[in-house]
């Protein structure tokens, strides 16, 4: 079945119909790519192991203070699936518990991030080729000149160790990047017809900014977000591997792997499963990333 014979042509004549028809052709789309499906999938359980981590992981008082020397260093098994670390705690707990921190982390950088840069680069975008443009961008160009992971790591050795200040130090290295995409659109978008008639027809600029310009922006701003996801967790678990992240006992995926690989190869699993899991997450949320670019795609003719 097609996506045009999805709704009626009669449901169409009222916005909640053309609302529907539209999510139901970008679910079409999306869904048409098995590798989006997956990563999709692989969203949904991180968040529900995030969300609901108290109730699924096998022992919740593992992710704060807990000692049990006895049963230490212990290799995967039934009763521990991903083993024990250093001190015996069942490291399947503390990864689920360390999405919640990952996924925290996330959602606060972006927050931050992407209305910020989307802002300043349509302002830089539409106002092109003028003062507001120049120094918008070269304060941009400074930042983008040093790569995110050294810049957030400059920031969080100053600051104290904390998972807050980790979000502090990736936010203040994150945002130039979506000024950079934001203005790229912006500079192309604004020679358009339909924003050329918006300024004939007397509309301010604020409305030309975030109704004619930001819509058409949104598809990739959108993609980005989605991929981003993966990219954040990544530092900020390099972060909280060198020791400037969240501090222990609460469960950090880049504080496992370092405790870990003190005790390679011998007790391997400390170290890998952790790993693992930030693959999972970059994996997941990059399938899904791409996902949503295609489906958000303009179709060919």
Request: charged share 15%; aromatic share 12%.
């Amino acid at each position: 079945m097609t996506t045009e014979g999805m709704l009626t042509s009669s449901s169409l004549k009222n916005p909640w119909g053309r609302t529907l028809y539209s999510l139901k052709r970008t679910w079409y789309k999306f869904s048409r790519n098995w590798l989006s499906v997956l990563g999709l999938v692989i969203v949904v359980t991180i968040v529900f192991l995030a969300v609901f981590a108290p109730y699924v992981a096998p022992y919740p008082q593992h992710a704060g203070k807990f000692v049990d020397f006895k049963g230490k260093n212990q290799p995967p098994s039934w009763q521990h699936l991903m083993g024990t670390d250093t001190i015996g705690r069942d490291i399947l707990s503390r990864i689920i518990f360390a999405f919640r921190n990952a996924l925290l982390m996330a959602i606060v950088v972006l927050a931050v991030s992407v209305p910020l840069g989307t802002l300043t680069g349509l302002t830089a975008g539409y106002y092109s080729g003028t003062w507001t443009d120049t120094v918008i961008m070269r304060v941009t160009d400074v930042f983008i000149s040093i790569p995110p992971i050294i810049l957030a790591l400059s920031i969080a050795a100053v600051l104290k160790p904390t998972l807050m200040n980790s979000m502090i130090a990736v936010t203040v290295s994150w945002w130039p990047w979506y000024t950079r995409m934001t203005y790229s659109l912006a500079s192309s978008i604004k020679n358009e017809y339909y924003v050329q008639a918006a300024e004939l027809t007397g509309a301010s600029k604020i409305y030309i900014l975030f109704h004619e310009i930001l819509p058409n922006c949104s598809s990739s701003l959108f993609t980005k977000m989605a991929l981003d996801v993966g990219w954040v967790t990544l530092v900020g678990a390099a972060l909280s591997f060198v020791g400037l992240g969240e501090q222990p006992p609460k469960p950090a995926l880049g504080t496992m792997i370092a405790e870990g690989v003190e005790r390679m190869p011998a007790q391997w699993w400390i170290a890998l499963f952790p790993a693992l899991a930030i693959m999972f997450v970059v994996l997941g949320f990059n399938l899904f990333g791409d996902g949503i670019r295609d489906a958000l795609s303009p179709e060919e003719a």
